[in-house]
Nanobody
Framework: QVQLVESGGGLVQAGGSLRLSCAAS????????MGWFRQAPGKEREFVAA????????FYGDSVKGRFTISRENAKNTAYLQMNSLKPEDTAVYYC?????????????????WGQGTQVTVSS
């Protein structure tokens, strides 16, 4: 397994941008698919974005398409989530996750490793 630590969250005004980072250690990072999920208080965990081990397959949740970009730098054992045009409804705790062979990239249960989460708050 791998250990994941998110960073880069914070407070931003609507229309602004944030870049989240997910630093990984443990097993070979390049072998893992990476995903970003978010969870607002009282709501289910929501799929945000995912990227396979080569970076050649990428998925986005409908609510973030065109605004968020997932990427990875395997040499740095780090995945990123660039968030642009942020909206108040993007406010949530954002979690990084890793899976060797996810059955479904958009399903949280497909991921066996999770970070502690980082808070993103978007003000109006």
């Amino acid at each position: 397994q791998v250990q994941l630590v998110e960073s880069g969250g914070g407070l931003v005004q609507a229309g602004g941008s944030l870049r989240l980072s997910c630093a990984a250690s443990g097993r070979t990072f390049s072998s893992y698919a990476m995903g970003w999920f978010r969870q607002a208080p009282g709501k289910e965990r929501e799929f945000v974005a995912a990227i396979n081990w080569t970076g050649g397959t990428i998925f986005y949740g409908d609510s973030v398409k065109g605004r968020f970009t997932i990427s990875r730098e395997n040499a740095k054992n780090t995945a990123y989530l660039q968030m642009n045009s942020l909206k108040p409804e993007d406010t949530a705790v954002y979690y990084c996750a890793a899976a060797l062979r996810p059955n479904y990239y958009t399903d949280p249960s497909s991921y066996e490793n999770w970070g502690q989460g980082t808070q993103v708050t978007v003000s109006s």
